[in-house]
C-alpha cells in the first residue's frame, strides 16, 4: 500500500477472490493465531452479509467477518463452522483487523458502525466478541463491556493471553 491518497473509509461486501489478501493481512497481525482459508471460506458462504473488505489500489486493508450465533458460546478460533445454530440470539462479530499503515484513521470505526446496524435491523438485540491484540479498549468505545472471564475461560484459550469476553446491548 503505498502513502499517498485518501483512505478507504468504504467497506463492500466480501468476495471468494478477496480471501487471499485477506488472509495475506491476517498473517501479518495475527501470526500466532493462523486461521484456515476453509474456515474464512465457511464462514463467507455461510453469512456473506456480515463479511466485508476495505480495498486500496487493489490490495485488501481491512477486513471483518461476523455473524449471527449463541449467546456465551464463542466458536473456537480456526473452527469451520459447519452451520449457523438455528437459535442464534446474539450477533458475533468474529474479526475486524485492519493493515498496520491504515489503523488509526477510523477506518474500523466506519464497518463497525455499519455491522452494527445490520444487526439490529436483522433483530439482534445483543452483539458479541472476543477481543484480543489489547483491543478491548477499542471495542469499550463501541460499547462493549467485559463479561467474567469464568464461563468461557477453556473457550478462550485459543484466542491467545489476554482474550477477553464483551458484550453490549443493540437496543
Ligand atoms: C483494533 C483495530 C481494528 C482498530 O482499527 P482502526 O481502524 O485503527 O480504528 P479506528 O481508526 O476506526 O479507531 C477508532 C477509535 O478507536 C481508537 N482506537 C483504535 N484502536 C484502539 C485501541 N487498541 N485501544 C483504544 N482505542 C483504540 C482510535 O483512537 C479511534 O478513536 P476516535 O474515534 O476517538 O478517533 C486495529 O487496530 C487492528 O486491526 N488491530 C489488529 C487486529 C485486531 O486486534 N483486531 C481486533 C480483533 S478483536
Known amino acids: 500500500m503505498t502513502e499517498a491518497g485518501p483512505l478507504p473509509l468504504k467497506w463492500r461486501p466480501m468476495k471468494v477472490a478477496d480471501v487471499d489478501g485477506m488472509l495475506a493481512l491476517a498473517e501479518v497481525l495475527y501470526p500466532d493465531h493462523p486461521e484456515e482459508r476453509d474456515v474464512i471460506l465457511g464462514r463467507l458462504s455461510l453469512y456473506p452479509a456480515g463479511c466485508k473488505v476495505s480495498e486500496r489500489e487493489g490490495e485488501i486493508v481491512g ?37 498496520p499503515a491504515a489503523q488509526g484513521k477510523g477506518v474500523a470505526n466506519a464497518v463497525v458502525v455499519e455491522l452494527l446496524a445490520h444487526a439490529r435491523s436483522a433483530g439482534f438485540r445483543n452483539a458479541e466478541l ?29 484466542y491467545g493471553e489476554g482474550a477477553v469476553y464483551m458484550k453490549r446491548p443493540l437496543v
Open 63 to 99: 477486513y471483518a467477518i461476523s455473524h449471527p450465533w449463541v449467546s456465551g458460546q464463542p466458536p473456537s478460533l480456526n473452527a469451520k463452522l459447519i452451520g449457523l445454530p438455528p437459535k442464534s440470539d446474539i450477533y458475533y462479530l468474529h474479526d475486524i483487523a485492519i493493515a
Open 130 to 158: 472476543v477481543a484480543v491484540n489489547g483491543s478491548a479498549p477499542f471495542w469499550s468505545r463501541h460499547g462493549f463491556h467485559r463479561q467474567p472471564p469464568s464461563a468461557m475461560a477453556r473457550k478462550l484459550t485459543t
